[in-house]
């Protein structure tokens, strides 16, 4: 199969969305994640710009251990002088630098010509070249730039040494159409075209960066640039997720990657977490709903086969499993199925009875949880828990050092601790945790909205880790502590037995 090389950003493109900034820690963590994905090339920052991206580019080449490190540039001598120090313990080291190819850029931001411009790229991939033997370069706005100009650049900077060529879509303006014609252009009108690499690097400003990336890579581009979630500057970038499993899915294309797409699922959520940026419901891959079905009719076909609605195994990017959401268009299957995960088998005349109650509810409420289904058929949830919360007393409030008082009941026997926290939740949980001795870390930790009163019930969600696996908890009250706290409980009983 054709070998794409995967070109991620995440931690240089992704990190200039504004609030999404990161310290060098938490850059080597993600650059780490991408090293055990499969990425390979990290581009980890801009040296020149700033302090901290120098650092964050030192750091990050000393961390990661076969990703070639990747650090940007603008086409000056400074610049690049900065990249080659900031690479100076990389193992596999490359210099990104370029300019400006459109008219828009020649004339309005430089103030050039056209062939001022080329001379100008072709000097700078030579003088990166005394540094290093990879040396990118990009064509900043080529999706605007004129097919035979660009074709005269792209030559040129090959000829002076370019290993790769990046041609972007700055503006995400192109159509695939056109992206793609851009490529197959480059590709038979280029002499030497094909002793350097052509990339795509596209942005979604009109919602076509992963089409535009796809165009190009079926007319001859063999490195995409991508970031995880896609985030990035304005609307975004190309998506990984989406690329890889593009190319998974459509095995005709005949083209593979080095991504082990298993480890989609978790790279997608650190980045989220450290960043600050929720992922939409709705993203493709990676949102909440990418695998959840809440129509009767697509339930019902799921159950009989997943591929009756899914082209995804959601366990190849590393998502347990689909999820069957159940609301008032959910059919008896799709009831059926949660109830026997639920570890509770119904006769048919009680499951119409149980369904038509269902309804009712479902009409009442946006979505239907687990507690609710069990409550319907006359089982409490919290019945069969092992560990109870028998009360919960909270001090809380501005100047005052937030203080919990817990008591649980663990299999009949009572057991009372108090905590101190950041918060009222933060204050009850560690009160637990001083009851139930274990090793566990809260990695997720969501309040469902509250829309009609302050007297609604509030519904918390949590996700925890313990010895390695993620366990699933769920709290619904009126006081949003308390269902923390619920939450957190129905956790722990997952694994405590």
Not at 194 to 215: E, P, Q, R
């Amino acid at each position: 199969m054709n070998r794409l090389f995967i070109f991620d950003t995440t931690l240089r493109d992704g990190e200039q969305v504004p609030g999404c900034q990161l310290n060098t820690v938490e850059k080597i963590q993600v650059a780490k994640a991408l090293e055990a994905l499969g990425v390979d090339v990290i581009e980890a920052g801009f040296p020149v710009s700033s302090p901290g991206d120098f650092n964050s580019v030192v750091e990050i080449s000393k961390a990661v251990t076969w990703p070639t490190i990747c650090a940007l540039t603008r086409g000056v001598q400074k610049d690049i002088d900065a990249a080659a120090e900031a690479l100076q313990y990389a193992k596999r080291k490359r210099i990104h630098t370029g300019i400006g190819t459109s008219d828009y850029h020649i004339k309005h931001k430089f103030n050039s010509t056209r062939e001022e411009i080329l001379e100008r790229a072709v000097a700078a991939v030579k003088y990166a070249k005394k540094y290093v033997e990879d040396v990118e370069f990009y064509c900043e706005d080529a999706g605007r730039t004129d097919n035979e100009y660009l074709a005269r650049v792209v030559e040129a900077v090959i000829k002076a040494g370019a290993t790769v060529v990046n041609i972007p879509d700055t503006t995400g303006y192109c159509l695939p159409s056109e992206f793609g014609e851009k490529f197959k252009f480059l590709m038979e009108n280029v002499n030497g075209v094909h002793n350097a690499i052509l990339s795509t690097h596209c942005h979604n400003d009109l919602g076509m960066a992963t089409a535009n990336t796809i165009a190009g890579v079926v007319n001859g581009a063999r490195q995409v640039e991508v970031t995880i979630n896609g985030i990035g500057e304005r609307a975004g970038n190309t998506a990984l997720e989406e690329v890889a499993m593009i190319l998974k899915c459509h095995k005709g294309l005949n083209i593979d990657t080095n991504i082990n797409t298993q480890k989609i699922y978790s790279t997608s959520r650190l980045v989220s977490s450290l960043m600050n940026m929720p992922v939409q419901a709705n993203k493709a891959i990676v949102g909440r709903n990418a695998f959840a079905h809440s129509s009767g009719i697509h339930q019902d076909g799921v159950l009989k086969n997943r591929e009756s609605y899914e082209i995804i195994d959601p366990k190849d990017v590393g998502i347990d499993d689909n999820a069957i959401v159940l609301t008032a268009r959910s059919g008896r299957a799709a009831l059926k199925h949660r109830l026997s995960v639920l570890g509770v088998e119904l006769s048919q005349e009680k499951l119409d009875n149980v369904y038509e109650e269902f309804l009712k509810l479902a009409d009442r409420k946006k979505d239907i949880n687990d507690d609710d289904i069990l409550i319907l058929t006359g089982k409490d949830l919290t019945a069969s828990h092992r560990i109870k919360l028998d009360y919960l007393q909270v001090t809380s409030g501005k100047g005052v050092k937030s203080v919990a008082s817990v008591g649980l009941d663990i299999a009949g026997e009572k057991f009372e601790a108090a905590a101190s926290g950041n918060g009222p939740v933060d204050a009850a949980i560690k009160a637990v945790k001083q009851i139930i001795k274990r090793e566990m870390v809260l990695q997720e930790f969501t309040i469902q909205a509250i829309n009609r009163g302050s007297d609604d019930v509030g519904k918390v969600h949590m996700q925890i880790l313990h010895n390695g696996a993620v366990y699933y908890g769920f709290g619904a009250n009126t006081d949003i502590v308390a269902a923390s706290v619920e939450a957190y409980i129905d956790a722990v009983n997952k694994f405590v037995k």
